[in-house]
């Protein structure tokens, strides 16, 4: 399957695609904040750097960052 985009286009497209604090991420860490879970953001010292770790849990989350077309 082809892409129906120049490597232009998609660059750009692409470049637009936000690494942090997504409009999900940031629901889903008020949710678990209200609920008196701390949690630390963009974890550098797990592998991976996770968006949410729950250090005290041991419960790494990763938010899916991109919407399909």
Do not use: F
Request: glycine share 4%; charged share 35%; net charge positive.
């Amino acid at each position: 399957m082809s892409d129906v985009m120049t490597p232009e286009q998609r660059s750009r497209a692409m470049s637009h695609i936000k690494g942090k604090d997504t409009s999900i991420e940031v629901l889903l860490r008020k949710a678990l904040w209200h609920k008196g879970i701390r949690y630390r953001k963009n974890y550098k010292k797990l592998p991976g750097t996770p968006d949410i770790a729950i250090t005290k849990y041991r419960i790494v989350k990763k938010v899916m960052k991109r919407k399909n077309p």
